[in-house]
């Protein structure tokens, strides 16, 4: 029987590693949210969290861009390190952490403005743009990288509230690239969209997977399974099981993860 | 892992293969005895009975492998669920060429009872068809079981068959050498051996699968063989193997 947190850190490359997060605690009040997780997440990859509801799998990929801090009675304790920088420490600006550390939520949130507008406004506030034509160039950029840009290109002043929810949510994706960020969140990305837009956000974030650590909550264990090389499994704030997804779904070592994925009452 | 699933439809399909599975494991097994038995009584009717009897084997394997797909596309089954699925088909592949090497015995008893026995070689047979037979029972067991001890067992024991092959290949040359109206006979009589023997080997991958589906892995020590014996050429032990 495994212990209720897996070490890592097997057969990890230290030079891979993008997030290292040590003995994290998540307190929300008197409930303790998250106990004692420790996972190592590495670039150039896609990590899954899954686990039944309340499990915490979304309160701790919110501890990974200070997510947190914007609700008053979290606690968040241990160590959290980015490229070895601790992402908690005073002199970090959740601001500048959250441009590195993308996020993309649920149900797609576009500004309501336009296409053109969803993407410049990080790059703008940011000055990562020094004149109209660079900032084209990145709303293009963001736009293409979205998968989104061939059906939007002649329409960049519409509403993006007016595109349909697949689109809406590729744009929101588009940008959450704008930014160049190093690491994308994605708190159940595609659960709002039908199959066809679901296929096409998760091939997105197969090609996203070239240039960036992309961490994934979802309930759709299929989803893990397709586009996930990492998979973590969350039961009751602890961290059960952290393996390559082909072993999570072929051969679980903890007999509540198999419980968990083969949808017996566990 | 015996909690049910949620879905009581998926624990009904997956038991519903594994019957089926086990089934027509009972049915080689019935062939693979009154096969053995039909050569050494030269019973006819018992041959003919056996020859009949392999269709129904091949239709349960159509039917499992039918299921099987069923199930694939409509639960997405993982972990051991996913093994179940996929152990459940291979050993039906099995068992279905057990049951056809059991046909071609009764098929050859049909020959053999028209020509002169030879001397002991339908019980030897007999014996070597009951060692697979007992083997098959129990990789089954195992199977069912999810006992990877049984299992590692079963597979260990496919030596003896392997040996008892050997015995008698060199036992049927010695026949042909002898008297050389025993030829006939004796080469109906060596296929019999060799299909018994790759019984054997089926039984033995069906034992690897119940290693696989009790622990999630494929066994990885090479089972011992002996096949030294018939690559042997007389006069050049030394050569290379």
Redesign the interface.
Known sequence: MMKDNVDAKVGVNAMDVKFTAKDVQVYYGDNHAIKDVSVDILDKTVTAFIGPSGCGKSTFLRCLNRMNDTIPIARVEGDIRLDGEDINAPQVDPVQLRAKVGMVFQKPNPFPKSIYDNIAYGPRIHGLAKNKADLDEIVEKSLRRGAIWDEVKDRLDAPGTGLSGGQQQRLCIARAVATEPEVLLMDEPCSALDPIATAQVEELIDELRQDYSVVIVTHS??QA?RVSQKTAFFHLGNLVEYDDTTNI????QD?R???Y?????? | MNDPHIAKAFDRDLEAIQAQVMKMGGLVEEAIREGSKSLKSRDVELAEKVRRGDRQIDELEDLINTQCAQVLAIRQPAATDLRTVLTVMKIAGNLERIGDYAKNMAKRTEVLSQMQPVEGASSAIRRMSKEVGSMLSDALDAYVRRDAELAEDVRHRDLEVDQMYNALFREFLTFMMEDPRNITACMHLHFIAKNVERMGDHVTSIADQAVYLATGEMPDDPRPKDNKAIYRVEGFEEADE
Request: aromatic letters at 6%; a neutral charge; glycine letters at 12%.
């Open positions: 264990m299929q399974a779904f072929t051969n679980p007999t993860t198999e419980s994925i083969t949808g017996r009452i566990g």
